[in-house]
């Protein structure tokens, strides 16, 4: 089991950039596949974007492609979503999350780790 906790979310008004972190502890990162899921408010939990446990692979939701960019440093295990050109759709919940393999990558229900959320919200 790994523990994962967020950090990095806050207000920014349309067009500004944000970059969230998420912390590893348990166990070591580059073993999972790694992603971030946002939750808006009377919203399903969504796929934003994933990497593999080598940072070799990722990818994104359409909504985001060009936007945001997903990395992590194994070594300090940590994973980034860096979000550019933001946008008031933008504005959720930010959950990040880990499982063993990177198939199936946006399928919410097969990740077994999860953080408490950062919250983003994105002014118009």
């Known amino acids: 089991h790994v523990q994962l906790v967020e950090s990095g979310g806050g207000v920014v008004q349309a067009g500004g950039s944000l970059r969230l972190s998420c912390a590893a502890s348990?166990?070591?990162?580059?073993?999972?596949?790694m992603a971030w899921f946002r939750q808006a408010p009377v919203k399903e939990r969504e796929f934003v974007a994933a990497?593999?446990?080598?940072?070799?692979?990722?990818d994104y939701a359409e909504p985001v492609k060009g936007r945001f960019t997903i990395s992590r440093d194994n070594a300090k295990n940590t994973v980034s979503l860096q979000m550019n050109s933001l946008k008031p759709e933008d504005t959720a919940i930010y959950y990040c999350?880990?499982?063993?393999?990177?198939?199936?990558?946006?399928?919410?229900?097969?990740?077994?780790?999860w953080g408490q959320g950062t919250q983003v919200t994105v002014s118009s």
């Open positions: 999350a880990a499982k063993w393999i990177f198939i199936d990558r946006a399928e919410r229900a097969l990740y077994t780790n």
């Open positions: 348990g166990r070591t990162l580059n073993r999972y596949a």
């Open positions: 990497i593999s446990g080598s940072g070799e692979d990722s």
